[in-house]
């Protein structure tokens, strides 16, 4: 007795490789407003891609997808390195409030 050939449907496709320089894949969140990426990453620098309805003249936009967050400035930027050949530009932000430094009075020179 002859073993029926496989049919189509059970037998599994080969798997195929990735190319060994094939960058990850972007892990992009869903869009979200300014509001809402302060909430879920506040004090953190994060990067935005896929930004909607962008204000020529100030910051404000609608909304935005975050491709990378974290504590330093390179962290976000590392995570969304592989968003940059999907969605091209890259916004880098600070959720937090960002306070300049304070000059004493003593650092700058007297007048005599």
């Known amino acids: 007795m002859r073993a029926a050939a496989p049919s189509p449907s059970n037998v599994a496709a080969p798997a195929e490789a990735a190319p ?3 960058a ?3 892990l992009v969140s869903e869009p979200m ?27 404000e936009f ?7 967050h974290g504590k330093t400035r390179k962290e976000p930027l590392v995570q969304a390195r592989p968003a ?15 306070v300049a430094p304070v000059h ?7 007048r005599e």
Do not use: K
């Open 33 to 59: 407003t300014w509001a809402e990426i302060c909430a879920l990453y506040p004090d953190e620098w994060v990067c935005l891609v896929a930004i909607e309805g962008q204000n020529e003249t100030d910051f």
């Open 24 to 26: 990850p894949a972007a």
């Open 62 to 68: 609608t909304t935005a997808r975050v491709a990378g």
């Open 104 to 110: 004493r009075r003593d650092w700058f020179p007297t």
């Open 20 to 22: 060994a320089d094939a």
């Open 84 to 98: 940059r050949a999907q969605y091209g530009a890259v916004g880098h932000y600070y959720t937090g409030r960002i």
